[in-house]
């Protein structure tokens, strides 16, 4: 079986206490219609603060800063001949201005904003495990 280390980031955008989620579209192969932070891998020699930048910006139309790096993990996953050990470094970031949300639509189908104790479902245990921690830095 190969193994394939695989370098991820995510991001919490926040606006007067909410954060915002974004949900995948039906047709993804992984977690299809499941809620997640704005994220995704890094490209080939991009940094996890590059990488974060750029994806949220593609998934929300966003400009961001980063304030601080809050979380990571790690976890190994079966994809057909292929354990992929997948790193996250999760981020809180800043809007640098306020405009609304622009969806990528090979990315997502819908976004809201959400308060502790109103994460929507489906959403995968370790991401509700990082939203959760995400508040407390809010």
């Known amino acids: 079986m190969l193994y394939k280390p695989v370098v991820l980031v995510g991001g919490i955008v926040h606006k ?18 499941h809620w997640e932070m704005p994220g995704g891998k890094l490209n080939e020699g991009e940094n996890p603060a590059e990488a974060i930048i750029r994806e949220t910006k593609e998934e929300t139309g966003f400009d961001v800063s980063i304030k ?38 090979k990315e997502h189908s819908a ?3 959400v308060g502790k104790g109103e994460l929507p479902k489906p959403i995968t245990p370790q991401m509700h495990r990082t939203l959760e921690l995400a508040f407390n830095y809010l």
């Open 16 to 33: 007067n206490g909410k954060i915002l989620l974004l949900k995948r579209l039906d047709s993804k192969k992984f977690f299809p219609g």
């Open 68 to 105: 601080q790096v809050y979380n990571t993990w790690a976890d190994t996953i079966l994809n057909n001949e292929t354990k992929e050990h997948v790193i996250e470094i999760d981020f809180i970031l800043n809007l640098k201005d306020a405009q609304d949300v622009r969806l990528s639509e």
């Open 111 to 113: 976004y809201k904003w």
